[in-house]
T-cell receptor, first 111, second 115 residues
Framework: GQQLNQSPQSMFIQEGEDVSMNCTSS?????WLWYKQDPGEGPVLLIA?????ELTSNGRLTAQFGITRKDSFLNISASIPSDVGIYFC???????????FGGGTRLMVKP | DGGITQSPKYLFRKEGQNVTLSCEQN?????MYWYRQDPGQGLRLIYY???????QKGDIAEGYSVSREKKESFPLTVTSAQKNPTAFYLC??????????????FGPGTRLLVL
């Protein structure tokens, strides 16, 4: 079946630093989604990408849908302590709206 | 307010006992999903339903059962056949349509612990 490789698995950065994480797939996706999960809570949608090459921003967050449709990245600029959490990528290929999730990137920010 | 609610927040289960986790949405979404999350892991699909009175097995359906009698409700039963039920359970919903994958919105989750 499809697999999403998300990297890095974890990051420990200083407040104010920029962060970059990415997901790669063995097959093509038509939609890429990025979620953030706080401890003990459900994932919250950050950015949705629907078109190859698309670059979308949401405040300090920027995500891109790779041209090959097999990858996506998420950047966070000028990190702050509340950015702490687990970030998940998810892809869909029109198969009944099913999503395939990456393993998550755990972000820790040192004040 | 529109959204997805899950209850209870924490649930304790004795060995050999069935328990049911509630998921309700008032977003008028057609599709609903159940995921399991283990510590430090991603999300794995248990069951999903695209329409009332119909549901499909996901990747890890063994030991679980669901029903979809109403559009807004999709309860998950963890049966005694599930040998390792301790996990964080997440419910999600989306507008089911053809074409690009529709965004899934998640509830706050239920943490299940086996005594």
């Amino acid at each position: 079946g499809q697999q999403l490789n998300q990297s890095p698995q974890s990051m420990f950065i200083q407040e104010g630093e920029d962060v970059s994480m990415n997901c790669t797939s063995s097959s093509i996706f038509n939609t890429w989604l990025w979620y953030k999960q706080d401890p003990g809570e459900g994932p919250v949608l950050l950015i949705a990408l629907y078109k190859a090459g698309e670059l979308t921003s949401n405040g300090r967050l920027t995500a891109q849908f790779g041209i090959t449709r097999k990858d996506s990245f998420l950047n966070i600029s000028a990190s702050i302590p509340s950015d702490v959490g687990i970030y998940f990528c998810a892809g869909s290929n029109n198969a009944g709206n099913m999503l395939t999730f990456g393993g998550g990137t755990r972000l820790m920010v040192k004040p | 307010d529109g959204g997805i609610t899950q209850s209870p927040k924490y649930l304790f289960r004795k060995e050999g006992q069935n328990v049911t986790l509630s998921c309700e949405q008032n977003l008028n979404h057609d599709a609903m999903y159940w995921y399991r999350q283990d510590p430090g892991q991603g999300l794995r699909l248990i069951y999903y339903s695209q329409i009332v009175n119909d549901f499909q097995k996901g990747d890890i359906a063994e030991g679980y059962s669901v029903s979809r009698e109403k559009k807004e409700s999709f309860p998950l039963t963890v049966t005694s056949a599930q040998k390792n039920p301790t996990a964080f359970y997440l419910c999600a919903s989306s507008i089911a349509r053809q074409g690009p994958g529709e965004t899934q919105y998640f509830g706050p989750g239920t943490r299940l612990l086996v005594l």
